[in-house]
């Protein structure tokens, strides 16, 4: 079955470390997306890639970094610098095929800082 | 200024209600426009995308209005598996797809 994976499902991490958050996607899409959603707010763009090696940075790209290998691969690193890094990670996927581009979602990443 | 706005609710209705979901954009360069679904800590699914004529899925009733710059979505018939949390999304001209979510609707049915 076609879809996109997230791993792990819950993330535990110590204050200072960093760690990647994964994501891989077997629909051939083109662009890939990552966002943060906390509770009670919508989903805020943090990078997004429309192509293998290029990414940009979205509203909120401070503290994290990605990568864009592969077509099928966009992990995201939560650095130290990030201040407020617990939330829901939720990474997207969509065709390149002009308007109406539905973006298709994993089933997330619950990251909390201890 | 927030690109989309929507009325967090939350709207707590009957079985069988009708029920009506307002949101508005800030830009009228927007290109596209979708409403999503969230349950409780899942991902967003799509639930339909929202055309300049308005188009109608099954119970759900999806309308666009460039001139006031907002969008509607209307369940009929309220069922208990229609609670959940509606996103309004908006896409703008030459931004690579770039999805502007509101911060949701919160839908409960009740029995």
């Known amino acids: 079955d076609g879809g996109i994976t997230q791993s792990p499902k819950y993330l535990f991490r110590k204050e200072g470390q960093n760690v990647t958050l994964s994501c891989e996607q077997n629909?051939?899409?083109?662009?890939m997306y990552w966002y943060r959603q906390d509770p009670g707010q919508g989903l805020r763009l943090i990078y997004y890639?429309?192509?293998?090696?290029?990414?940009q940075k979205g509203d909120i790209a401070e503290g994290y970094s990605v990568s864009r290998e592969k077509k099928e691969s966009f992990p995201l690193t939560v650095t130290s610098a990030q201040k407020n890094p617990t939330a829901f990670y939720l990474c997207?996927?969509?065709?390149?095929?002009?308007?109406?581009?539905?973006?298709?979602f994993g089933p997330g990443t619950r990251l909390t800082v201890l | 200024r927030k690109e989309v706005e929507q009325d967090p609710g939350p709207f707590n209705v009957p079985e069988g209600a009708t029920v009506a979901f307002n949101c508005t954009y800030s830009?009228?360069?927007?290109?596209?426009f979708f409403w999503y679904r969230q349950d409780c800590r899942k991902e967003p699914k799509l639930l339909m995308s929202?055309?300049?004529s308005g188009n109608e899925d099954g119970r759900f009733t999806a309308q666009l209005n460039r001139a006031s710059q907002y969008i509607s979505l209307l369940i009929r018939d309220s069922k208990l598996s229609d609670s959940a949390t509606y996103l309004c999304?908006?896409?703008?001209?030459?931004?690579?797809?770039?999805?502007?979510f509101g911060t949701g609707t919160s839908l409960t049915v009740i029995p």
């Open positions: 997207a996927s969509s065709a390149d095929r002009g308007r109406d581009n539905e973006q298709f």
């Open positions: 629909l051939n899409h083109d662009a």
């Open positions: 890639s429309q192509i293998v090696n290029d990414f």
């Open positions: 830009n009228s360069a927007s290109q596209s």
């Open positions: 929202v055309y300049s």
């Open positions: 999304v908006v896409t703008l001209l030459n931004t690579g797809n770039q999805f502007y």
